[in-house]
């Protein structure tokens, strides 16, 4: 006869496999209805996987592009096109056929003059104008200068179709961020248009992207692109397209719900739509002191300065920041054995490098393109005006700093 004691300990143990085979059915059935719920819930596109993971894919796209190695190529001029009184449009293609390298709606290319090879100042930032996915490249250039060293009056003088050009590119920081839930305005000044163009035209193939574009320009004569413009507002209903005259046409009056409205636009302009503050991205081209108004304007108004981007390729008459009270330093180029001797009459590192016979690329001179960047071996340098392009490591920007000791530069 089996003792009691066994007995109640063969039917705990019993009762605890049975407790337990209940729990491990119960959790199993729970985790397969969890299952079949997180089909259903998937199948009912109330997650936005898909969406989340198209911008990862963007956002690592972005990345690669933005920070690839850019290389000099020879590319060739197949059409040149008057947009208006003193702009052209260059189109490009690869001298063998080949597809260009990639670009995102707002980078440049760096163009090299060949008729001033070796000479200070012989390289300019160019933004590419037209879609990214064109199939060829577009730079869209202001004569800006009458000056026989002039960039911009010998591609304007002396470049037509079936010439050559040495271009360096795609690069650049400032370019559309890939959201596609924030709302866009694009603002800018003359033939601050280029950048918007392709930033535009990429904006209006995004699912529910709203688009505001408030253009300025001087006078009918002084219009790149307005044709363009007006067509793509006129196509695509999630665009609101504000161009702005100056010196409106006589005997011409602008209207509300006109495409073209007399004077000129103010940042109060910018910020009339719903979310202006907190659900929109701003980008801003155009000269230095009226980006300068217009920023200050918005973040006045409560958008967050990480909201508002902007780029320049001119340089200013003046440093943004104090140039006061510069002292001598000495510099050595490592790779040319040169020395020099930073003077008060220089403007800047590169102007310095310049004096002395040291080549360095250059191409904005604002800080902006990177293109003169170089690595600081030793020593300390301070910048004159805030840069726009983000260096690697050690690296600096000779355009836009001056030393603050004795430096080595890797030139």
């Known amino acids: 006869m089996m003792q009691p004691i066994l007995v109640a300990t063969i039917s705990l143990t019993a009762f605890l496999i049975v407790l337990l085979l209940n729990a491990g059915y119960a959790l ?21 996987d898909n969406e ?36 052209r449009s260059f189109y490009l293609v690869d001298q063998g056929y080949e597809p260009l390298p ?28 037209d879609d990214t996915a064109a199939g060829h490249w577009r730079i869209t250039v202001k004569k800006n200068s009458d000056r026989p060293e002039s960039i911009s009056r010998w591609l304007h003088e002396e470049i037509s179709a079936g010439d050559t050009l040495k271009v360096k590119g795609p690069s650049g920081s400032f370019y559309l961020q890939p959201s596609s ?16 163009l392709p930033m535009l035209i990429d ?43 100056s010196r409106f046409p006589s005997g011409v009056k602008g209207s509300a719900r006109s495409l073209f409205h007399e004077g000129k636009f103010q940042s109060n302009h910018l910020i009339g739509h719903d979310g202006a503050t907190n659900t929109s991205d701003y980008y801003l081209c155009g000269p230095e002191a009226w980006q300068e108004k217009i920023r200050t304007g918005l973040l006045l108004a409560g958008v967050p300065s ?31 054995g040169s020395n020099a001797r930073f003077e008060s009459c220089h403007r800047n590192l590169l102007t310095c490098a310049g004096r002395n016979n040291v080549s360095l690329e250059s191409g904005c001179r604002t800080g902006a393109c990177g293109s003169c960047a170089v690595k600081l071996l030793r020593g300390k340098v301070r910048y004159t005006r805030r840069p726009q392009f983000h260096t690697q490591s050690n690296d600096i920007l000779p355009c836009v700093c001056v030393p603050e000791t004795d430096i080595e530069l890797d030139a």
């Not at 060739?76 to 003193?86: G, P, R, T």
């Not at 363009?228 to 507002?233: F, I, T």
Request: charged share 20%; proline share 3%.
């Open 28 to 48: 199993l059935s729970d985790v397969l209805q969890n299952r079949s719920s997180n089909k259903r819930h998937l199948a009912s596109g109330n997650y936005a």
């Open 203 to 245: 904006a209006i193939r995004r699912p529910s992207q709203t688009v505001y574009v408030f253009a300025q320009f001087r006078d009918v004569a002084h219009m790149p692109f307005a044709d363009s413009l007006s067509d793509l507002a006129t196509k695509h209903p999630n665009v609101s397209m504000n161009l702005w005259i």
């Open 181 to 196: 839930e924030r709302k866009v305005v694009l603002v800018s000044a003359g033939v601050g248009i280029t950048p918007m």
């Open 52 to 87: 989340i993971r198209g911008r990862l894919k963007q956002t690592y796209a972005n990345l690669s592009l933005s920070r690839r190695h850019a290389r000099w190529r020879e590319v060739l001029v197949v059409k040149v096109v008057q947009e208006s009184e003193d702009v």
């Open 102 to 129: 990639a670009a995102l709606p707002g980078q440049h290319i760096l163009v090299q003059c060949t008729r001033n090879l070796g000479a200070h100042g012989d390289c300019r930032c160019y933004t590419l104008s």
């Open 306 to 336: 990480e909201s508002i981007r902007f780029e320049l390729f001119q340089s200013a008459e003046t440093p943004t920041l104090s140039n006061e009270n510069m002292a001598e330093h000495n510099i050595h180029f490592k790779q040319s």
